[in-house]
């Protein structure tokens, strides 16, 4: 977990720092199909890829 602390800190850094907020969105969306890969499965994540979703 210490390790995904780490990883969110910095990208909050480096949206806050540039004033790159048009990227939350972005990340938030790569962080649910991370989470959906991992407890549910690739099939699932492949799925909204391929739908274009």
């Not at 909050?12 to 407890?39: C, E, R, T």
Request: no cysteine.
């Amino acid at each position: 977990m210490n390790k995904l602390q780490y990883i969110l800190k910095e990208m909050s850094y480096l949206v806050n720092k540039h004033k790159l907020a048009f990227l939350l969105p972005i990340f938030i969306v790569l962080i649910l199909l991370v989470f959906i890969a991992y407890y549910v499965g690739p099939a699932a994540v492949t799925t909204f890829i391929y739908a274009g979703i």
